[in-house]
């Protein structure tokens, strides 16, 4: 009875957290897509707490079943959403969404008349399950290293990495029929333990803003080769002084728009810190907080898609190959080019080029006309 008041008191401890979790996020503004898929993430949370925590009805459980059976699809949107900027929510998740819930709601619906087909409805969740774990962990993985909100860094890897676990523990469970208590402990406790660990690590989150990396400074180098300059956006707090000092943003401009080091083939944020003889850590802050990048692709982009534009407009240029410019201004392949110049233009390359081209070609013989013009009316006078 007292392990059993003990898992009680936690579940419930758990489902008041996510549920302040899901108030606080609707309540905030802007609600973003963040903000969004961790709340529907809670509300599979605290549905989880209380339609499997002992004494209830099991009956009960029809109401939970959508938030139960697609929150690993939730969990790794969200993780898309957190570490990825550039992430948007498209059309075919909203259809994974309801494949999943659909599967969910046939498996509680059949268990009565079918009990082998809902087993096998409820397995192949648990697959699903793994499967986006292992998603969300290679996206955690795959963004870490350029990941520049201190934060962030710290705060949602630990959310993400308990969820793992737990996504992980129970789904193998539940494949291979082991059960917690098989080894000695209590399945209830164990899963009220492990939910209200994340429902604590999500509010912090929720209660503790993470920085959001807003610029307090600029450097412009203008014309290319000149001297970087400084302006001021916003006063930086007493504690940032040092990380956003003028010279230091020189120096990076400098390494940048000067010596074109984004050019450099596999430039990571550990290379470039040792150029400029910094930790990691400052190189981050100091991109982050001075800068106002929150990813040091994002900062890296800013100067490659600058110098692909010029070369694309450039008529000297015109047939050079796209997937040379692309290479030469630092890109490793096509796909993320195209992506990311369509990001910043609105534009193809090929649709950009075209319509430079025609633009320069245009005023070149505006230009020629006017001096034609002009020097017929010189003969004329």
Sequence with gaps: MEITALDLGLRGAAAG?????VAT???????????????????????????????????????????????????????????????????????LWLIVVGIGICGF????????????????????????????????????????????????????????????LFSVSDLMAISPASVGLSGSLLSAI????????????????LPVGSPVAAVTVDPPGAAATLTRIGPPADGDRDAIAPRLLRRIEHLMAVERVYRQEGLTIAVLAAKLDLSEYRLRQVINEGLGYRNFNAF???????????????????????????????FQSIGPFNRAFKAET?????????????????????????????????EFG
Aim: hydrophobic share 55%; glycine share 8%.
């Design 346 to 378: 609105g534009l193809t390359p090929t649709e950009f080029r075209r319509d430079a081209l025609a633009g320069a070609q245009s005023a070149g013989l505006e230009k020629g006309g006017s001096y034609e013009i002009g020097q017929s009316g010189s």
């Design 194 to 209: 492990g939910m209200l660990t994340i429902a604590v690590l999500a509010g912090w989150a929720v209660f503790q803003p």
């Design 25 to 95: 996020a609707f309540r905030a503004r802007p609600f973003t897509v963040l903000k969004g898929l961790g709340a529907a993430m809670s509300m599979g949370g605290a549905a989880y707490m209380i339609v499997t925590a002992p004494f209830v009805p099991k009956p009960v459980l029809w109401w939970a079943v959508p938030f139960l059976a697609a929150n690993p699809v939730v969990f790794w949107l969200w993780a898309q959403a957190a570490f990825d900027d550039d992430f948007v929510v498209k059309r075919w998740h909203g259809v």
């Design 300 to 330: 890296l982009n800013r100067y490659r898609l600058d110098d692909a534009k010029a070369a694309l407009a450039d008529p000297s240029q015109r047939a050079v190959p796209v997937l040379t410019i692309a290479i030469d201004a630092g």
């Design 17 to 21: 957290l996510f549920l302040m979790v």
């Design 109 to 168: 619906l059949i268990w009565t008349t079918s009990p082998v087909l809902a087993r096998a409805c409820f397995q192949s969740l648990s697959v699903l399950a793994l499967v986006m774990a292992l998603a969300a962990a290679v996206q955690t993985v795959r963004t870490w290293s350029a990941d520049l909100v201190a934060g962030r860094r710290r705060l949602r890897f630990a959310v993400l990495a308990s969820t793992l676990l737990f996504i992980g």
